[in-house]
């Protein structure tokens, strides 16, 4: 019924059900139909027969709470409507595998519930006016390909890293000021699309090593930002480069929005109580390269911990690049020149103490990773614990 001009969908479930036409696992391609809204849909238009729904280049610019009764729908591509505000009815739609929500006019994302969506497998927000992506993407366990182009996303949250199935993420033309410094221990990541993100200066440390070491992984990030004048005069002299807090080139350093303090490798600092603190409950949450979980009574004591807390401590800012710690507030940065893909490239790394960082100076291969074993960049990943 492509370009044939339909009221809303409710009409047109009723007519096809009159006449006998809809059966199960109907598939309705209804693209440019000048359609405005779907409608007061009802059990008796036999909505739960449809499987997918193509609605692209209408005019849709919200969704009833009746959406519901589409409950085995499995795919919808609303792409080119008017959606302003995000439908939170879709996500009553358990069976939904791909979502298609591009080229709207959605302002931001409301917070994931964490049954939300079990089988989702693809979701494209491309070319929205989206700024902030929620911490609760992580819930998403399914979520195998992800598209976020075109959008004034500054920064993304460091739980996408607990998306342990996305093969393919699409970043392109973002206002990024930094990536997840954990985006280099995705071990499903297999494409990495980041184009055209002219405020990014940095890539993370673990990315770089994932990107020389672990193949198969490829990664686009041209016409990306650079460094100012300080450290790229600093870059031209050495390879390796130590950041005092004090410098000029820790005024120019964009780091993760966690991190609050700067470690000094020239003055006897050490980290704060409230790094040392996370780091400490952090442990409850840890899960070995073996596969063991924690001991019982640090399941007990992670349960008891509120729930603020829970998502704070079981998702770390990063993983130290010598010894694969945690680190939450408070970091010693590295910043290394490199040559990658014939591009100059600038990396970010975080060390979570002195000694690591001063390793990692007097050698700058002492990143923790065995090339002769193959081994992944992160030895063990923490888990977050979905909210009780």
Known sequence: LNQERIKDLSQLLAQLSESDKLAGNAKLYLKGCCMETLGDLT?????????????????????????????????????????????????RLAL???????????????H???????????????????????SSICYLKSLVYLSLDANPIESLPRQICYLHRLKS??????????????????????????????????IPGSLLQRWDRLPPFQSY?????????PAQALATHCSLSVVNPLSDVASCLILPGEISTIGDCYANCVPSLEELALRTVHRCFVVSSSGQSPDPTAAVFQQRLPRPL????????ALCIVCHSAVFVFAFPVVCYSELDRMATFELSLACSRACHAQLLSNPCASGYDAAKNEDVSVWLPVLVPPL
């Open 169 to 202: 993420l699409y970043i392109s033309s973002l206002e990024l000021l930094y990536l997840p410094q954990c985006l280099g221990s995705m071990r499903s990541l297999q494409n990495l699309f980041a184009d055209s993100n002219s405020r990014l200066a940095y």
């Open 221 to 229: 990030m041209y016409r990306c930002g650079k460094l100012g004048p």
């Open 96 to 110: 939904l595998s791909k979502l298609n929500l591009g080229h709207n006019a959605l302002c931001s994302l409301p």
């Open 310 to 317: 829970q998502e704070l401590a079981g998702c770390p800012t």
């Open 43 to 91: 059990p008796a238009q036999h909505p739960h027969c449809i499987s997918l729904l193509h609605m692209p280049n209408n005019l849709v610019v919200k969704l009833p709470e009746s959406t519901f009764l589409l409950c085995n729908l499995t795919e919808l591509n609303l792409c080119g409507n008017r959606l302003v505000e995000f439908p939170t009815v879709l996500f």
């Open 112 to 134: 994931i519930p964490a049954n939300a969506w079990p089988e989702l497998e693809v979701l494209m927000l491309y070319s929205n006016g989206i700024s902030q992506l929620p």
